[in-house]
């Protein structure tokens, strides 16, 4: 197993264009929640970061050993990619400079120890903003007021933000709260007597691999077309998704890993700076919207937001 561990850490590194020196030596420790396509992708990504500043990183794959623990303790920042990571390092609660990536925010909210000093904790989150979700609907369905939402308790301040940012917009939000998977369908029956935009949350305990397909049905029985947030949705049978790749989120905290490594303190928690839109045009022709190409709601969504 050892050995094993060995080999995944130096073919990961070799990909990213150069092999890591051991824990002790590494300026910055990378903890993967997993060996994955999409942790490894944003691994290279930031890295990659790293590296053009001079800093050489390491890996390392939950679960965490003794002598793991040890070199966290010495190293003047830690990354995690993924909650399962997140946690991990967190219980170990390191007095060093930790960020949190490729998780949600309700996760980020629930790690022990996040609150003792906001300076050295800080996380580049997976989910998009409100606002931005809201943007997206109102550009690509401007017909449509009526937007769904069905959160759990992992997404109830989400939730509240997407309603308070639909408001604004002058959309009418209905929101309906699911203790879990048997309360969805229910929920969903209701909100979608008249049919309504579903804006799926990342909330795992209602939006996951066994629930996708008979939310997507619902939805479709009742001729109401769904936003997911990853590209999966889309694959599915979504009309659109709204989502930041791996290599994107791992950009941006390699970018905020240089200014904490620089500065010695990390900025404020941020959602993904840079994202994409998926598009299903069968669905949309299905339905009988009318609906742009990814490419032009991406960019009419850049610059809502004030981009080039």
Request: without cysteine; aromatic residues 4%; glycine residues 8%.
């Given at each position: ?16 264009g ?7 030596a590494?300026?910055?420790?990378l ?5 994955s ?35 966290l303790?010495?190293?003047p920042?830690?990354v ?9 390092v967190?219980?170990?609660a ?7 990536t490729l ?15 906001s300076?050295r ?7 998009q ?8 609907l109102?550009i ?7 937007v ?7 997404s ?15 959309l009418?939000?209905?929101l309906e ?17 008249e ?14 691999n066994?629930?996708?397909s008979n ?8 001729r109401s077309?769904?936003i ?7 694959k ?9 790749t ?15 490594l620089a ?8 959602a993904?700076?840079?994202f ?15 609906l ?11 610059r ?5």
């Amino acid at each position: 197993m050892l050995l094993l561990r060995f080999v995944l850490v130096t073919v990961l590194f070799a990909i990213a264009g150069g092999l890591a020196l051991p824990a002790r030596a590494a300026g910055v420790i990378l903890v993967l929640s997993e060996e994955s396509s999409a942790f490894s992708e944003a691994a290279e990504a930031l890295s990659a970061e790293l590296r053009s500043a001079g800093h050489r990183p390491q890996a390392l794959t939950v679960p965490l050993r003794a002598d793991d623990a040890a070199a966290l303790s010495s190293t003047p920042l830690i990354v995690t990619l993924g909650t399962r990571a997140a946690q991990a390092v967190a219980s170990l609660a390191p007095r060093t400079l930790v960020l949190h990536t490729l998780l949600p925010r309700s996760a980020f909210e629930k790690l022990p120890g996040k609150g003792d000093d906001s300076r050295r904790t800080s996380a580049v989150f997976i989910d998009q903003p409100a606002a931005r979700q809201i943007e997206l609907l109102r550009i690509a369905l401007p017909d449509w007021s009526r937007v769904a939402l069905v959160v759990g308790r992992e997404s109830s301040e989400l939730g509240a933000r997407l309603q308070a940012s639909a408001r604004d917009k002058r959309l009418r939000p209905l929101l309906e709260t699911a203790s879990g998977e048997s309360d969805l369908y229910p929920a969903l029956q209701r909100m979608l007597v008249e049919p309504a935009v579903l804006l799926a949350v990342p909330d795992a305990g209602l939006f996951n691999n066994r629930t996708i397909s008979n939310i997507l049905l619902t939805a479709y029985h009742h001729r109401s077309p769904v936003i997911g947030f990853s590209p999966a949705y889309v694959k599915a049978g979504a009309l659109l998704a709204l989502y930041s790749t791996p290599a994107q989120i791992g950009q941006q905290a390699g970018e905020v890993a240089r200014q904490g490594l620089a500065s010695g303190s990390l900025p404020p928690p941020s959602a993904p700076r840079h994202f994409r839109i998926g598009t299903n045009p069968y669905v949309a022709r299905s339905l009988g919207i009318g609906l742009e190409d990814a490419s032009v709601l991406q960019e009419r969504l850049e610059r809502a937001e004030g981009g080039p």
